[in-house]
Antibody, heavy 119, light 113 residues
Framework: QVQLVESGGNLVKPGGSLRLSCAASGFIFSDYYMSWIRQAPGKGLEWVSYISSVSTYTNYADSVKGRFTISRDNAKKSLYLQMNGLRDEDTAVYYC????????????WGQGTMVTVSS | QSALTQPASVSGSPGQSITISCTGTSSDVGGYFLVSWYQHHPGTAPNLMIYDGSKRPSGVSTRFSGSKSGNTAYLTISGLQAEDEADYYCGSYAGYGTFLNWVFGGGTKLTVL
């Protein structure tokens, strides 16, 4: 069964750091690009970052560039998001998603992990 | 990238058809055939319903169809059923070269009356 399971969400103070993880199963993780997408309370989806299959390429939304770092460990079938300098506006449910190429769409999503940034 | 524009809500009765619009620019929706639609029941994982503007993944009902005209994409759901009630998001590829990036719409809440 193809599955993505996120973890690591928590309550953190502004300026703090958090590391999210996403465990993949049921498919050859190293064959796929992966991405993080978030949804703030009452808002729509916002793409955050992507990483290529062997970590050669990454990119970030302007809103997180310089503060967030995406990485992956293909041996552990895991995706990560290191979030530093967290702000109130980073409060959201964070989803990891598999990127289906060449269509460049997100065909498998996890159920999300909640990050709350508040003093 | 600015978010794509979707109506906040649409509604329809069982058996009817509804259409949700998604308006972007020539840098995203209008520039690529890479518009996708996602169904999201809150608290669960979003589901891909349409990709490449009009293609359905295996297992998605033929009642769901997609189209595009210029900078606007459309999702049509025919023969509305109660389980179609959900939030729907459009998404579009908006990158270039190795700088992949995507933009999403604000979401449309579908109510089945």
């Amino acid at each position: 069964q193809v599955q993505l399971v996120e973890s690591g969400g928590n309550l953190v103070k502004p300026g703090g750091s958090l590391r999210l993880s996403c465990a993949a199963s049921g498919f050859i993780f190293s064959d796929y690009y992966m991405s993080w997408i978030r949804q703030a309370p009452g808002k729509g989806l916002e793409w955050v970052s992507y990483i290529s299959s062997v970590s050669t390429y990454t990119n970030y939304a302007d809103s997180v560039k310089g503060r967030f770092t995406i990485s992956r460990d293909n041996a552990k079938k895991s995706l990560y998001l290191q979030m530093n300098g967290l702000r109130d506006e980073d409060t959201a449910v964070y989803y990891c998603a598999r990127v289906l190429t060449p269509a460049d769409v997100f065909d498998i999503w996890g159920q999300g992990t909640m990050v709350t940034v508040s003093s | 990238q600015s978010a794509l524009t979707q109506p906040a809500s649409v509604s329809g009765s069982p058996g009817q058809s509804i259409t949700i619009s998604c308006t972007g620019t020539s840098s995203d929706v209008g520039g690529y055939f890479l518009v996708s639609w996602y169904q999201h029941h809150p608290g669960t994982a979003p589901n891909l319903m349409i990709y490449d503007g009009s293609k359905r993944p295996s297992g998605v009902s033929t009642r769901f169809s997609g189209s595009k005209s210029g900078n606007t994409a459309y999702l049509t759901i025919s023969g509305l059923q109660a389980e179609d009630e959900a939030d729907y998001y459009c998404g579009s590829y908006a990158g270039y070269g190795t700088f992949l990036n995507w933009v999403f719409g604000g979401g449309t809440k579908l109510t089945v009356l």
